[in-house]
């Protein structure tokens, strides 16, 4: 019961953050891509590239929460608090 607590709330904030990402990468959000864990990517590769990552971070987000939950929900993926007591 616990661990598919955590996996929805992971799906949650993925399924959040995840679109956020990919808006704030094709709007060059500047309150985006000056945070100091953004800005460590950013100085490294550059902003054009910095974009383009965290466009693919945040399409690679979106589809673990849109796959995963669907997979959760119908019984695929088997967690380990189902298999032991």
Avoid: H
């Avoid at 953050?17 to 460590?40: D, T």
């Avoid at 979106?62 to 939950?69: N, P, Q, T, V």
Wanted: charged share 10%; glycine share 8%; with cysteine.
């Amino acid at each position: 019961m616990r661990a598919s607590i955590v996996l929805a709330g992971l799906e949650a904030s993925c399924l959040l953050g995840g679109p956020l990402s990919i808006l704030a990468s094709f709007y060059n959000w500047n309150w985006f891509f000056e945070q100091r864990n953004v800005r460590f990517v950013v100085n490294l590769i550059g902003r054009t590239k910095a974009r383009f990552f965290y466009a693919l971070i945040g399409l690679l987000l979106s589809l673990f929460a849109l796959i995963g939950a669907p997979l959760l929900v119908f019984g695929y993926i088997v967690l380990w608090d189902d298999i032991m007591p």
